[in-house]
């Protein structure tokens, strides 16, 4: 079993060109010694892999394999990695030119009647020059193709390089015979192919070209994630503020923002003020105020002040670097359906081998007058057509496109089987407190009673407060702050679990908390007790304030539900999504936060493990189940549920428990996540069903099934530029994702 505390590493592969490569690459890694796991992404050119392998090893193993690969670490240079795309599009773009301008020439000259007859002693030193600088044009723009067929047909494997070699190879070979030999094969057979072997690369080159910027387009994501993360920061050291490298920035030290700079590491603000634009964090357009103690996180955008922070987390625990970790592993991972094409492709090449040899041996046996050109032809057409490209990019690139869209909206997918099942949820769990609420108690409503008026209440109920520790002290202290209250001093304080507080304020004994502490202290609550009822149903908690042995006021606090949280419940029941609402609440408050959220179903007083025990009852009921919840306290629900989906707090992002994290927090997201899979699911199985279908149709066009009937044979150039089109076929619908509304 893998363990999910193992190192991970990633590497950039060079050499793929095709989804035969894919098992190529798997195979060559999981040889090494460590490792445990390995997930190779055809779509990016990389690797994940899980274990402690020797880092040379793993290089060597792949490198034997015919393929070359290197250790991505850190932060890459997003304009260093445009660059390097750039060169490979420009690089393969000039193959295509020299290869596509050699081949039309040829063509224009057979079109022209300039060319000379094959055969005839005059022409012979023409056709040698013409083999020559064919073989030369192949070695140059199609020199990649031929030395990894040779890397895979040494180790017994066979890709999309064995397709185009045997193909290109053996046109240019049957050409070259021909030459000498032309008098030996029959008249229709009479024909030299060098012009469709240049062309043919020329072809692939483009298709390969385009399919590198349109592929490109789907990192965008990942590379607008790199650019966020500044080069330098600027530390306080010995009273100086000095600019330095990201990597030289300790923990604990203090660094300077200033208006207009991005923040360059995660941590805690200790001086001055600003609004900071979180909107690449939490997906969230409008700018968070930050005062002293707040978080700051990596990649933000400071907007007005100039502020001190503490660095709390520096390099690859930053907020921005887990988030952009857990991107690129959901782009990695591989959904049921990506395992499918995976294993297809795997078994699909010596499979057209198989066709292509057959379709020789039958053309050679039947196929009459001109046969050896028939069988020669249709039997490189099928190699040349065949193959896979689009089938290994099929479900890659959608994947990608998703969680890069999904990043954008401020909903991290971490696991790429969540994207595959988000979809199919007919159930969803949610949880209450940060869930359907703020998450953040603040007092609602003061009530005097007596001598006591709303301002002495809060501010006799604040002062005792002040020595608590409990989680609702905060929000009475934050509404005597708002007031400017001044806060009296209290003897002989005493905090009472599940009770209140008590404490001595001018030589008379005060009391705050629930009705059990009033009454363990024989202080009549009778005649409050419908006041308290009435503001349970409202969602809120009744605190009683006594003095002199008997009440004085109460302070109510609650924790109001979220602007969107009704919205998105009703967004989910209309698409027939059962929404239960599960919290350790009690039964008056649970069931009036969830009529305020227009939830009809509640399970309150639920302890956290309990909670995967609801799921799991759910699930034995037939529901695919989702829950939403915080993801520390609901970490057991969030793993047991088939989609597990955490609300962080915005620089929280590395909930190891949930399949997709909530950056924003917002309800709202939960129904776009599903809308997305849905809308990934259907793209992937177009470019799947396109790819098969392709692949289903050309194969027998190719081998020349329907000549008998429609006298139709199939041009190996225009199989190539058939088999290079698909692949960018593919990657541009899964490219429709990037542009999806929700």
Request: aromatic fraction near 6%; charged fraction near 15%; proline fraction near 3%.
């Amino acid at each position: 079993m893998t363990d999910s505390n193992s190192p991970e590493l990633r590497l950039s592969i060079l050499g793929m060109r095709c989804a035969g490569c894919i098992a190529s690459v798997e195979g060559a890694l999981t040889s090494v010694t460590g490792v445990e796991s390995v997930s190779v992404n055809f779509a990016d050119h990389s690797a994940f892999v899980k274990g402690n392998p020797d880092i040379e090893m793993l290089k060597k193993s792949v490198k034997a394999a015919g393929f070359d690969a290197a250790v991505m670490e850190g932060f890459e240079d997003p304009a260093e990695q445009e660059a390097q795309e750039l060169a490979r599009y420009e690089s393969l773009m000039k193959k295509a030119k020299i290869a596509g301008g050699f081949g039309a020439f040829l063509m224009l000259l057979e079109q022209l009647g300039l060319m000379p007859m094959m055969g005839m002693p005059h022409s012979q030193w023409f056709w040698t020059v013409v083999s020559a600088l064919s073989l030369g044009i192949m070695a140059y723009c199609g020199g990649h193709f031929y030395t990894g067929a040779y890397q895979s047909l040494r180790l017994r494997q066979y890709n999309m390089d064995t397709l185009i070699a045997l193909g290109t190879g053996s046109a240019w070979l049957y050409s070259t015979i021909m030459i000498d030999y032309y008098d030996s094969f029959p008249a229709l057979s009479q024909h030299a192919y060098f012009e469709a072997a240049v062309v043919i690369l020329a072809f692939i080159n483009l298709g390969n070209a385009l399919e590198t910027r349109a592929r490109g387009q789907t990192s965008g994501a990942i590379r607008a994630l790199l650019g966020l993360q500044p080069r330098t920061a600027r530390v306080v050291r010995n009273g100086e503020e000095i600019d330095v490298p990201i990597e030289e920035v300790g923990l604990g030290e203090t660094l300077r923002v200033r208006p207009g700079e991005k923040i360059p590491v995660d941590g805690v603000l200790t001086e001055g003020h600003s609004s900071v634009d979180e909107s690449m964090l939490t997906g969230e357009s409008m700018p968070v105020e930050k005062t002293i103690g707040a978080n700051v996180a990596s990649g933000t955008m400071n907007q007005t002040g100039s502020f001190l922070f503490s660095a709390t987390r520096i390099g690859r625990d930053t907020a921005l670097a887990q988030i952009i970790k857990s991107v690129r592993q959901a782009q990695n991972s591989k959904p049921k359906i990506a395992r499918l094409a995976d294993q297809i492709a795997s078994v699909f090449v010596p499979t057209v081998v198989s066709i292509s040899v057959v379709t020789f041996l039958m053309w050679l046996i039947f196929g009459g007058d001109g046969a050896l050109g028939y069988a020669f032809v249709t039997s490189m057409t099928v190699l040349v057509i065949a193959c896979p490209c689009a089938l290994g990019l099929a479900t890659p690139i959608s994947v990608m496109v998703a969680v890069g869209r999904a990043a954008q909206s401020g909903i991290l997918i971490r696991k790429g089987e969540a994207l595959q099942t988000a979809g199919k949820l007919n159930c969803i769990i949610l949880d209450k407190t940060g869930t359907v609420t703020e998450g953040k108690p603040t007092v609602t409503k003061v009530v005097a009673f007596g001598e006591f008026n709303e301002t002495t209440v809060l501010q006799l109920a604040a002062s005792l407060e002040s020595g608590s520790e409990h989680p609702l002290a905060s929000s009475i202290l934050a509404a005597a702050k708002a007031q400017d209250l001044k806060l009296h001093r209290i003897k002989k304080f005493e905090a009472i679990a599940g009770r209140g507080v008590i404490g001595e304020f001018k030589e008379h004994t005060v009391l705050f908390g629930n009705k059990t502490l009033m009454l363990e202290n024989q202080i009549s609550v009778a005649d409050f007790l419908s006041k308290l009822t009435e503001l349970a149903e409202l969602g809120q908690t009744p605190m009683l304030l006594a003095a002199n042995g008997e009440i004085v006021g109460i302070v109510s606090v609650s924790d109001p539900i979220k602007n969107d949280s009704k919205q998105a419940v009703q967004l989910l029941r209309e698409i027939g999504v059962r929404v239960i609402m599960v919290t350790g609440d009690n039964d008056i408050t649970a069931n009036a936060i969830a009529k305020q959220a227009g939830i009809s179903e509640v399970k309150a007083q639920v302890l956290p493990e309990y909670k995967a025990a609801i799921v799991k009852d759910l699930q034995r009921m037939g529901y695919c189940v989702g829950m939403v919840g915080d993801g520390i306290n609901d970490a057991p629900a969030l793993a047991q549920a088939d989609v597990g989906m955490a609300i962080g707090g915005g620089t929280d992002v590395a909930i190891e428990s949930a399949d997709i994290v909530i950056l924003q927090g917002s309800l709202l997201k939960v129904p776009e996540a599903m809308k997305l899979s849905i809308a990934t699911l259907t793209n992937i199985k177009q470019n799947l069903v396109g790819a098969f279908f392709y692949n289903t149709i050309s194969i027998p066009l190719a081998a020349g099934l329907f000549y008998p009937i429609f006298g139709m044979l199939l041009n190996p150039m225009i199989a190539g530029l058939a088999m290079a089109m698909s692949s960018v076929t593919v990657v541009s619908n899964a490219n429709r994702l990037r542009w999806m509304k929700f």
